[in-house]
């Protein structure tokens, strides 16, 4: 006698602890194993390309940090990049510097949550609480330079909103050193842990080849085993004269991917020394006060700056007609904006090239043949946001 | 530059049998422009060539021209890949009609799937032999294409929770106060980027049905 056994199909979300956002995924079980998974995303889909195409350029900018809200002063710099590429706006380098100073703390915030994240995926609680400690540290340093902790608004077209005073730089330099010691404790409690390590060596493998072909970038990217990173190949602002290592595993795997982000951060802290240390005196921003607001000191007597005032928070300013593609390295990947510029105050159209859509987009890949259980290690150590994704 | 201008030369090398123009824009990127039959095999040229190697697919952005003078056709599709041996990214530009279709180029990556997928339901150009051309990123059952210029910022349907119904519900879009256009963009500034000084006389200006009264 024989019974037939049907695949068993299972509703993962969109409300789940361990989807990280809003992912709703229909897995096809042949009883524990993963015979097909289908995500269905765009459920926090605001509209964020249609907006911007309604408002100024100076006022789009808060919108790119609500996409990837993990690590949220990384978005607005590509958009900014783009906008003064076809503005022709000069960045002093002391803007430049301040501008990589943020967006390398940022990228710390973010490794070390999706790390701990992970860890707290396979059911290691500890990382998680030292990820959070950190990304609040970073966050209190966002707050002194932006007046926010997470959306501060902080990277403008010309420059950056606020100067850092020597005291913060001195603190941020200061608190490094707690940091690597703290990377260090995540290191000795997850890199060799016997547990840890079976969760996830082999688990969830993409070869380069087939990772490109799906489009991904950033760490996943690198932890296939191809050396590909914006701030080398295609360096913007002023990441050449940074010297920095980039972080490539060759297995695939969600080990590779978690030892990847591990051995960035460090490279990070490294580069966050280089800036401080380097940092150039000047002006954080641009003096063309037509495309940054004047000093409150100098509106009050003069009426040039009075009108530039107005005008750049009513009208806003022109953009020549063009289009531009500009991307950074944004800690979950390459973080892309088309603008097309019509010769008007406001953008033509913006298209957000998004981290986490190709790496979402090889989930069924990822997920193929292994277990139920193994879905929130692969989630976790692919880094997604769904804010981002969905946009 | 001369890495670009290199690019440009290989790149007209490479596809000799295709009618095309390349160009490097202002902005310093290569922007290479094909008919929708020559796209399929302008990339998988682009993509195998040891010359070029254009591997990974960054982007597949839809564009709307309808507002925009000097294009014949309403939509762009403008597909962004990158090299990762050469370290650079160029732009394609397919131009398509409305109701036209476009050749699905998952074949050659497998990326492109959701790619155009989004493409598909923000602008509602369809792609030919793309095997599963679903909605991406709107509503289960959302009629329309979002990101069409015909489309209002504020859609058609808004959704709340029904009390008495006891389930999610859609209605009509009702406004508590119409939706403002702040519209502060100086008149006089934008005649400047105007090729035709007459053209430019002929704008009416605010303030002008005053000055016949």
Known sequence: ?391 | MLKIKILLKNIEGVLTDIKKTVEITPQNEVKLVVDKQDLKLAISLLKDHTALKFNLITDIIGVDRINQEGYEKRFDVIYILTSTSLQTHMKIVVSVDIDEDIPSITDLFIGADWLEREVWDMFGIPFDAHPDLRRLLTDYGFEGHPLRKDFPVYGYSEVRYDEEVGKVIYEPVKLQQDYRQFNSLSPWEGLNSQPQQDQAQAVAMPGDEKANV
Request: with cysteine.
């Open chain 1, 1 to 391: 006698m024989s019974t037939e056994i049907k695949n068993f199909r299972l509703n993962f979300g969109p409300q789940h602890p361990a989807a990280h956002g809003v992912l709703r995924l229909i897995v096809e079980l042949d009883g524990e194993r993963i015979e097909r998974s289908e995500p269905h995303i765009g459920l926090l889909h605001r509209g964020s390309e249609k907006l911007m195409e309604d408002k100024a350029y100076n006022q789009n900018v808060p919108f790119f940090e609500r996409m990837d809200y993990v690590s949220a002063i990384n978005q607005p710099y590509a958009y900014v990049l783009a906008v003064e590429k076809l503005a022709g706006i000069q960045v002093p380098k002391r803007g430049q510097y301040l501008r990589m100073l943020v967006s390398e703390l940022s990228r710390i915030g973010s490794h070390s949550l999706s790390m701990g994240a992970l860890a707290n995926d396979v059911g290691a609680i500890t990382p998680l609480i030292l990820g959070l400690e950190i990304r609040e540290r970073i966050s209190e340093f966002c707050e002194r330079a932006s007046g926010a902790r997470m959306h501060g608004n902080y990277i403008r077209p010309g420059g950056v909103s606020f100067d850092m005073k020597q005291e913060l730089l001195d603190d941020i330099l200061t608190y490094m050193d707690d940091l690597t010691n703290d990377i260090q404790a995540c290191d000795d409690l997850l890199s060799e842990n016997r547990i840890f390590k079976q969760r996830t060596v082999d688990i969830g493998v993409i070869s380069a080849k087939q990772a490109l072909s799906y489009g991904f970038t950033g760490p996943n990217l690198r932890a296939c085993g191809v050396e590909w990173d914006i701030r080398k190949s295609q360096p913007y602002d002023a990441y050449e004269e940074i010297d920095f290592n980039i972080a490539v595993s060759s297995d695939g795997d969600t080990y590779a991917r978690y030892a990847v982000r591990l051995f960035e951060i460090r490279e990070t802290i490294k580069i966050v020394r280089q800036l401080i240390k380097n940092m150039p005196a000047g002006r954080h921003k641009t003096d063309d006060e037509k495309f940054t607001n004047p000093k409150r000191k100098k509106m009050q007597s003069s009426m040039e700056s009075l009108i530039h005032h107005f005008k750049l928070f009513s009208e806003g300013y022109h953009v020549p007609a063009g289009e531009v593609y500009e991307s950074v390295e944004a800690p979950k990947g390459e973080f892309g904006v088309y603008v097309i510029a019509d010769g008007t105050n406001k953008p033509y159209r913006v298209k957000v090239k998004t981290t986490s859509v190709p790496h979402l987009s090889a989930l069924n890949e990822l997920t193929k043949g292994h277990m139920l259980s193994d879905i929130p290690a692969i989630l976790g150590s692919i880094d997604i946001v769904f804010g981002e994704s969905d946009r």
